[in-house]
Structure formats: structure tokens, C-alpha cells
């Protein structure tokens, strides 16, 4: 038996495509594997960033962790029940927000399709009228309650997805691109939320997206999927040492200068009394800015984080 709210070995997912071939006379049928040998787990509460390219297997994993798409083969529990023999009694557990496919109906003010989800889930009144009180406004939705949702933007759409998946107060919550068409304000508050929701009420959530912003601001741990299965499972920090990334020291001098030379770190560019020294991720950048000061008549300086983009890019063509 396994703690893990969701666990996953050795999972694989195959889909059989027909192609054309001799022009369009004839057809061959050809297995593509879209999941194979995927095995990780998820405990109660894990704030978990999920990345790949497109193409990489992360939907078709999100769609078998919610019953939507049946394994091929592989071991698969989430909450302790097998999504595709238990999608209703899963359902009620999870929350789900699949990008641009919204859960809301078309037609209908945002409100009647909160109050359709009520009925459909089972919600006692007092905690609808609470959650979605709370959702509502923290989401800044409010006047958007009996506009219908064909009217509202993709980001207004897109946080009535996010309010509609959290009224049965799930355990879990999986998120597909949650921050697209947010401005970068909306952006800062969703975040916020989603912070707090994870402390306040434990909710679990597994991130997919694309905005790797959204992977550092929310998550400490990193899925990296690749040709459907995982090239890398641990930490942020973890990711960076495995990429070879590095941080940036920038310092603005006095006066121009030669290129500094200190320990541990190499001069990357100079541009004027403006250095940019690189030094490796893991290494305390304190020694260095002490060398830097005590030898040269420093100004101002700062540093810069890796970008992460950079290395999930290098992790990919290290295969």
C-alpha cells in the first residue's frame, strides 16, 4: 500500500493511427505509444509543475489521471480508486481545468452555470453560497455573475473555469494553462490564490502550462515529460543543477575596466562599467560579490536567476 494520493507505474497509453501510403491507394495501421514506462507519485498536498513540449504525452497523462482515457497497460490509482472504473466517485474528488475547453455553458450567465455545478455535485447550500462568495471575489468576478459566458473574455472565461472546478472543495485540482489571456496583474492574483488554497485547505495540484513563470511561482517540484515519459522528477534547484544552469552576476562599476577576474565566476559580456559575470547555480554567489567589492569600486549590482526556460531547453537536447 502506498500514502501517495496519486501514483502511477509504469504506465503506457497507445494509440493505433492509420496512414496513407503509395499516394492514397492503400492504408497501413500503425501503433504510436503517446505514454510508456511512466512512473511517478504525488502526496496529498504537493504543489507539482508538470512540462513537456507539445506532443510530449501531458494531456493524454491528465486525461487517463481523471478516467477520461482508459492505460493500455501500467498501474494507476488517484485518491486510492482506478480512474476508469470509478470516474463518478473519482469526479467528486477532483477538479479539472483544461485549458481553452471550458466546463461552463455556453449560453448561460456565469451564475446558472454555478448553480447548474451545485445541483450536479450535490453542494449543501451554505457551502456553495461560501465558496462561491470567497471564489468570486478573490477572482475579481463579480460583475461578470450574469454576463453569458460566450460574452467573456479568455481570461475571465478562464478564472469562471478555475471557480467552477473548486466549488466541491476537491482534494485535487488539475490545471492546464490556468494563467492564458491574463494580464500580468490577473496573473499575480491568480497565483496568489492558488498559494493559498494549497495552504489553507490542502488542495493538491498537478500544473501543466506553458508559463514557466507559473512553474516557479507555485511549484517546488518539476515532472519534465518527454516522448511520454519523465526525464526528470525532483526539485527546482534540482532542475537547474541537472541543466548546467547558472546565475548572473551583474555589476555596474565606478569606471570602465578590464574584464574582472575574481574566483569562481567568468565575465560573460561587458558593456561599458556594466559586467555580466556567470557563475554556477548551486554555488553561494556571497564570495563572489565579496571578491568583486573588495577589488573594484563598484556602483550597483544585482543578480540574475537561470532561466528555467533555458534549462528545460538544454535538458531536451541532451536528450
Keep these: 500500500m502506498t500514502s501517495a494520493l496519486i501514483d502511477v507505474q509504469d504506465l503506457e497509453r497507445t494509440f493505433a493511427v492509420r496512414r496513407k501510403v503509395d499516394g492514397a491507394r492503400r492504408r497501413t495501421r500503425e501503433t504510436v505509444r503517446a505514454v510508456h514506462d511512466l512512473t511517478f507519485s504525488i502526496e496529498p498536498g504537493e504543489m507539482v509543475g508538470y512540462i513537456g513540449p507539445n506532443g510530449a504525452g501531458k494531456s493524454t497523462t491528465v486525461k487517463m489521471l481523471t478516467g477520461i482515457l482508459v492505460p493500455t497497460s501500467g498501474h494507476l490509482r488517484v485518491a486510492g480508486l482506478e480512474p476508469q472504473r470509478n470516474r463518478v466517485a473519482l469526479a467528486r474528488r477532483i477538479g479539472v481545468v483544461f485549458g481553452q475547453r471550458t466546463t461552463l455553458w455556453w449560453d448561460l450567465p456565469l451564475r446558472d452555470s454555478f448553480e447548474l455545478l451545485q445541483k450536479m455535485y450535490r453542494i449543501p447550500d451554505d457551502r456553495f453560497r461560501h465558496n462561491l462568495t470567497r471564489f468570486v471575489d478573490l477572482l475579481d468576478l463579480g460583475s461578470q455573475l450574469d454576463t453569458p459566458v460566450r460574452q467573456l473574455s479568455l481570461g475571465q472565461r478562464m478564472r469562471g473555469d478555475i471557480t467552477a472546478a473548486l466549488l466541491h472543495d ?69 532542475l537547474h543543477e541537472q541543466g548546467g544552469s547558472s546565475r548572473t552576476l551583474v555589476v555596474d562599476l565606478v569606471d570602465v575596466s578590464d574584464p574582472i577576474r575574481v574566483p569562481g565566476a567568468v565575465v560573460k559580456k561587458v558593456e561599458g562599467p556594466r559586467q555580466w559575470l556567470s557563475f554556477p547555480s548551486d554555488a553561494s554567489a556571497a564570495p563572489i560579490v565579496g571578491a568583486v567589492a573588495a577589488a573594484y569600486d563598484v556602483a550597483d549590482l544585482s543578480i540574475q536567476e537561470p532561466d528555467i526556460e533555458e534549462v528545460i531547453r538544454d535538458l531536451y537536447s541532451r536528450g
Excluded at 490577473?186 to 512553474?215: P, W, Y
Design 170 to 238: 476537491p482534494e485535487i485540482l488539475y490545471l492546464d494553462e490556468p494563467t492564458i489571456g491574463l494580464d500580468v496583474i490577473s496573473k499575480g492574483r491568480l497565483r496568489e490564490f492558488l498559494r493559498a488554497l494549497n495552504v489553507e485547505c490542502g488542495t493538491t495540484l498537478m500544473l501543466t502550462t506553458h508559463d514557466l513563470q507559473d512553474i516557479e511561482a507555485l511549484c517546488d517540484r518539476v515532472i519534465v515529460i518527454d516522448h511520454g515519459t519523465a526525464v526528470f522528477d525532483g526539485t527546482l534547484a534540482g
